[in-house]
Structures are given as structure tokens and as C-alpha cells.
């Protein structure tokens, strides 16, 4: 089955800086790759996605990026504030989604 | 518009009993979405559907679970019998679903479940 790999497990960045998380799969059989962020306590929400047939997707300060070759993607967080701090979780979807273990991203102000 | 309705919020059961959690997805989405998450496995989707039809529910743990979507505005989650180690906080989630993408799902607030 499907196996994916998230790193780094914690991240800490100065407001401002940026962040990356990047995550891999094994079954290059996945065509959908959605990133959720969650704050502590709060529920999840789905703050970006990327469908195989796409390189890049921006949304403001966030953006993702995919490599089919290699079987990774990327969470890229600019001008990182302090309400970026949460986890967050990569997938991969191929009919059953796989999810990562997770980042816990803390930003300083 | 109230967003994702989840019932209950809170219930704790006996092992062996049945369980029903229930979700009223926000009015004109047409994909509804049920999650499970747990400290041990994190994260997991275990089905969803497109205008009521599942479309995968290859996430759902065993027999036990079974979901259905009877109508665009109301959706169940059954677990019988009812084991320990389905206590988790599930998440119902809706979105409207564009084959383009960008598909923004909102999320309930969560049943959480404990099986004692």
C-alpha cells in the first residue's frame, strides 16, 4: 500500500522567515496531494491541494509543489506569522488517502 | 449558514454497543467527506461521497463501520459493535466539488467518541 513521509516532524522559524515541509509516497499511482493545517485544539481545515497533472499551486503566501519523478511534495509557507504556528498534514490519494505523521510548525514572533 | 453540523459532540458507550454519528453537510455542497483522528494513527479519511454516492471507502477500517449519505443534507456513520479502539474525535466535512480543483472542504466539529 501507500506509504508517506513527512519531514520534518517539528519545524520552529522566526516570523517573517519561510517554511517547507516536504512529504514523500511510494505508490505513483497518486493523483491528489491535499495539505490540512490544524490548530491546537481546533479542527482540521484544508488549506491547499494539488492534483497530479500540476507542477505548482499558489494560494497567497502558501504554495505547494509536486515532483512525480522523484515522489515528493512540498508545503512552502513565505512571510511566515505567527498564526502559521499548528500542524500540519500532507496526503496522498490514490482512491484511499495515506496521510503524514504530521509537523508541528511553531512560529516566533 | 451554520456550517458542518456534527451529533452528537460528545458519547461515550459500552463495548458491544452501536454507535451512530451523524453530519448535516453545509446547504449546496455536493461532497461530504467523514474522518477519524487518533494520537496512535493520526489522521485518517475513511469515506466520502459525491452527490451521495461513496465514492471511496476504502479508508474504512472494517465491517463494523458503515456510512450513508440518504439525502444531500444528512449523513451517518454507524459502528457496530462498538470496540475500544474506535475512541477518536471524527470529523464530518463538506465541500463543493469542482473537477478544476480547488475544492475548499470545511469541516464539522468533531464527534468525539469514547468506548469504554
Known amino acids: 500500500g501507500e506509504n508517506v513521509e513527512q519531514h520534518p516532524s517539528t519545524l520552529s522559524v522566526q516570523e517573517g522567515d519561510s517554511a517547507v515541509i516536504k512529504c514523500t509516497y511510494s505508490?505513483?499511482?497518486?493523483?491528489?496531494f491535499p495539505w490540512y493545517k490544524q490548530e491546537l485544539g481546533k479542527r482540521p481545515q484544508l488549506i491547499i491541494d494539488?492534483?497530479?497533472?500540476?507542477g505548482e499551486k499558489k494560494d497567497q503566501r502558501i504554495a505547494v509543489t509536486l515532483n512525480k519523478t522523484a515522489k515528493h511534495f512540498s508545503l512552502h509557507i513565505t512571510e511566515t506569522q505567527p498564526e502559521d504556528s499548528a500542524v500540519y498534514f500532507c496526503a496522498a490519494r490514490r482512491g484511499k488517502s495515506t496521510f503524514g505523521d504530521g509537523t508541528t510548525l511553531t512560529v516566533k514572533p | 449558514d451554520a456550517g458542518v453540523i456534527q451529533s452528537p459532540r460528545h458519547e461515550v458507550t459500552e463495548m458491544g454497543q452501536e454507535v451512530t454519528l451523524r453530519c448535516k453537510p453545509i446547504?449546496?455542497?455536493?461532497?461530504l467527506f467523514w474522518y477519524r483522528q487518533t494520537m496512535m494513527r493520526g489522521l485518517e479519511l475513511l469515506i466520502y461521497f459525491n452527490n451521495n454516492v461513496p465514492i471511496d471507502d476504502s479508508g474504512m477500517p472494517e465491517d463494523r463501520f458503515s456510512a450513508k449519505m440518504p439525502n444531500a443534507s444528512f449523513s451517518t456513520l454507524k459502528i457496530q459493535p462498538s470496540e475500544p479502539r474506535d475512541s477518536a474525535v471524527y470529523f464530518c466535512?463538506?465541500?463543493?466539488?469542482?473537477?478544476?480543483?480547488?475544492?475548499?472542504?470545511?469541516f464539522g466539529p468533531g464527534t468525539r467518541l469514547t468506548v469504554l
Open positions: 446547504s449546496g455542497h455536493n461532497s
Open positions: 505508490d505513483s499511482a497518486s493523483n491528489y
Open positions: 494539488i492534483r497530479s497533472n500540476v
Open positions: 466535512a463538506s465541500s463543493f466539488y469542482r473537477l478544476a480543483g480547488g475544492n475548499e472542504q470545511f
